[in-house]
T-cell receptor, first 112, second 113 residues
Framework: DTGVSQDPRHKITKRGQNVTFRCDPI?????LYWYRQTLGQGPEFLTY????????KSRLLSDRFSAERPKGSFSTLEIQRTEQGDSAMYLC??????????FGEGSRLTVL | AQSVTQLDSHVSVSEGTPVLLRCNYS??????LFWYVQHPNKGLQLLLK??????LVKGINGFEAEFKKSETSFHLTKPSAHMSDAAEYFC???????????FGDGTTLTVKP
């Protein structure tokens, strides 16, 4: 399968724990995006990368969130000291220069 | 700055009747516009895109959208709804150079038999 893959698909954690999500984009895509989606809402932009450079980070993102894309390939999104409000679906997408987004299936986070 | 407003949070149609999902956008740049569909418990899938070529864009599954710059609109249409069209639809505006995409809040389409 040459689509975008995300891991894990589901994560249940206790408040205060750290979690990390991984995204493997389509290999020839140089842009990679992270979005967050909660029930009844559209995906909310978190951050994006052009190759290994993180070009923008949402102002809504607290400093507990950090994302990396070493070597411009896969990306990780880490959430430190999780809170119940972090419970959501975390979506990764990659994009060629033409702009359309190719999404993974998402990583669902539940914080107890 | 850019934003998207989907004018209807829910649309209900009968099978075989036309579908209209409305979207207005705002962008400081010459935008690219997209429609995505999300079926329950499935990932987001691209329906169609506008990137400054023809203003009437055809997508998958019989959907079309027309870019109207004067009205800053990009409404999604389909002549005849099918039960399988029931899903959540998102209108998206993207800055071509920076590549940042902004989603609307979505429109839930219900198709009645």
């Amino acid at each position: 399968d040459t689509g975008v893959s995300q891991d894990p698909r589901h994560k249940i954690t206790k408040r205060g724990q750290n979690v990390t999500f991984r995204c493997d984009p389509i290999s020839e895509h140089n842009r990679l995006y992270w979005y967050r989606q909660t029930l009844g809402q559209g995906p909310e932009f978190l951050t994006y990368f052009q190759n290994e450079a993180q070009l923008e980070k949402s102002r809504l993102l607290s400093d507990r969130f950090s994302a990396e894309r070493p070597k411009g390939s896969f990306s990780t999104l880490e959430i430190q000291r999780t809170e119940q409000g972090d419970s959501a679906m975390y979506l990764c997408a990659s994009s060629p220069d033409t702009g359309e987004l190719f999404f993974g299936e998402g990583s669902r986070l539940t914080v107890l | 700055a850019q934003s998207v407003t989907q004018l209807d949070s829910h649309v209900s149609v009968s099978e075989g009747t036309p579908v209209l999902l409305r979207c207005n956008y705002s962008s400081s740049y010459s935008p690219s516009l997209f429609w995505y569909v999300q079926h329950p418990n499935k990932g987001l899938q691209l329906l169609l895109k506008y990137t400054s070529a023809a203003t009437l864009v055809k997508g998958i599954n019989g959907f079309e959208a027309e870019f109207k710059k004067s009205e800053t609109s990009f409404h999604l249409t389909k002549p005849s709804a099918h039960m399988s069209d029931a899903a959540e639809y998102f209108c998206v505006v993207s800055e071509r150079i920076r590549g940042k995409s902004t989603f609307g809040d979505g429109t839930t389409l219900t198709v009645k038999p």
